[in-house]
């Protein structure tokens, strides 16, 4: 029998049954719509996918304490199925077709209900085939104590776009036509860049924009902000195949949190943001009234993507679409500082294990231990209550972000050297790496465990564990 916080609920129409659980939990469940809409880039319509709440918002936003109690409703012509990203849900309710549950069908409805316990920047993204790729993705913001009443928040959304519809860009990649797809980094005028022989390795697609907040630099979001106001960044990363470097120009900054859990803070103008990660990054605008651009630079391109901060009436002038020169590859260089300010009690591991990265370009095939997932896979088996240890090694030539559904880790070492790092949800692994990541087993279900590079993912970089 699932419990009344567990109940997940498939019908036709909202009906007789949603009603009588709404009274259960004494408010309404809030809805949240999977629709089609469209939107402009590089001056061309394109028709994305959005979730939305019937008064126009997208995603939620919401209060630590709350019960999440959330109607989503399939109004596309595909099913579909919502992961929230970075919660810790009941495993039945992480939106994980085949595992957790079948997908929405088209008219459908499915119900969530379970509790908030802690608060963050987080995120929601279909989990059905690659629909996250048309942008159906959406901020899911839990607001706690550490939120001041004296500091505005900004969300920035950051999606890669291709007019080429996913399923042909997943084939091409396949049939090796990868090679006309992938990026080609021009180094010729910037010595920083990884030799040749890894370059080729950082973007597999050629992407046609890189949003932010759906926009691109050549009509951004302009959002205004007071002088010498105090402003949250909530920084959120949607793409599905992108990494970047969030430049503050000349904003000095606190990193405060990253995928929704504290760190001691880390003051810097650049900070690097991989696939599916989350950053809070706390600032002060000067008392000068100006435009302050807040840039993403994607990493191996020179196409930049943000939003503008304007204070008073600043001048806001046209910021370039590419960069002087290329953003360099991420690096764990950050990760390797950071500190969690609320770390897992030391305790020695009960159990470990060793997972490698593994594949390759060629065929485009991506595995974990050199095995692709299919449903015959069996789970990584650990016991309730045990800590566990993830050991991820990267065998192939890309950076892989690793992401843990259900649990946030501990980055508790890179390569041979441990420490206390960041707790968080996604953690990047690059080429040649090692970094091993610590978590409770707190949570029991049957939870994914995959490079959240969607066309990784969906090749096979993507397994799971499971316990009672
Ligand atoms: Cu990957």
Redesign the pocket.
């Known amino acids: 029998m699932l419990s009344r916080r567990s109940f997940i609920s498939f019908a036709l129409a909202a009906g007789a049954a949603s009603f009588a659980r709404a009274e259960l939990t004494g408010q309404p469940p809030t809805i949240l719509r999977l629709e089609r809409r469209t939107i402009e880039v590089n001056g061309k319509a394109a028709s994305v996918f959005g979730i939305k709440q019937p008064d126009g918002t997208f995603g939620i936003s919401t209060e630590v304490g709350k019960s999440f109690h959330v109607r989503v409703e399939n109004h596309i012509s595909d099913p579909s199925l919502i992961h929230w990203h970075g919660l810790k849900p009941p495993w039945q309710q992480d939106g994980v077709p085949e595992l957790s549950k079948t997908a929405i069908p088209p008219g459908g409805t499915a119900e969530y209900d379970f509790p908030l316990p802690f608060g963050g920047t987080f995120w929601m993204h279909s989990h059905y085939g690659l629909q996250e790729q048309l942008l159906m993705s959406a901020p899911l913001i839990i607001h706690d104590a550490s939120d001041k009443a004296d500091q505005q928040e900004v969300v920035i959304m950051l999606t890669d776009f291709s007019f080429t519809p996913p399923e042909q860009i997943l084939e091409q990649l396949r049939k090796g036509g990868h090679l006309a797809h992938m990026h080609h980094v021009d180094t010729s005028a910037d010595e920083m860049m990884p030799s040749a022989e890894s370059r080729g390795h950082l973007n597999d697609v050629e992407y046609d924009a890189f949003l932010a907040n759906d926009r691109t630099l050549a009509d951004p979001q302009v959002v205004t902000v007071e002088q010498g106001g105090r402003v949250l960044l909530r920084v959120i990363n949607g793409s599905a195949m992108s990494h970047y470097h969030i430049d503050l120009g000349g904003l000095d900054a606190d990193l405060i949190a990253v995928d929704g859990c504290p760190v001691v803070p880390v003051r810097s103008r650049i900070f690097p943001i991989t696939t599916a990660q989350r950053l809070d990054i706390r600032l002060t605008v000067p008392q000068s009234a100006a435009a302050y651009p807040i840039l993403a630079k994607p990493e191996g391109e020179r196409r930049q993507t943000g939003v503008i901060l304007r204070a008073g009436h600043g001048q806001i002038s046209r910021i370039p679409e590419a960069a002087e020169a290329a953003s360099p590859p991420l690096t764990l260089g950050l990760e390797s500082s950071l500190r969690a300010a609320a770390p897992l009690k030391p305790r020695a591991a009960d159990r470990s294990y060793t997972l490698n990265?593994t594949?390759s370009m060629e065929g485009y095939r991506?595995s974990i231990n050199d095995v692709a997932w299919s449903l015959e896979v069996p789970p990584l088996s650990i016991v309730n209550g045990e800590r566990v240890e993830l050991i991820l090694v990267n065998r192939?030539k890309?950076?892989?972000?690793?992401h843990l559904h259900g649990h946030p880790f501990q980055v508790v070492a890179i390569g041979e050297r441990r420490f206390a790092g960041a707790v968080r949800d996604t953690v990047l692994v690059p080429p040649k790496a090692t970094v091993t990541v610590a978590f409770d087993a707190d949570n029991p279900g049957w939870w994914p465990l995959?490079?959240?590079?969607l066309?990784?993912?969906h090749a096979g970089?993507f397994t799971t564990l499971r316990y009672g």
Not at 398 to 402: C, G, I, R, T
Not at 450 to 453: A, D, K, T, V
């Open positions: 990265l594949g991506w192939t890309m950076a892989h972000p690793v995959h490079c959240h590079l066309y990784h993912q970089m």
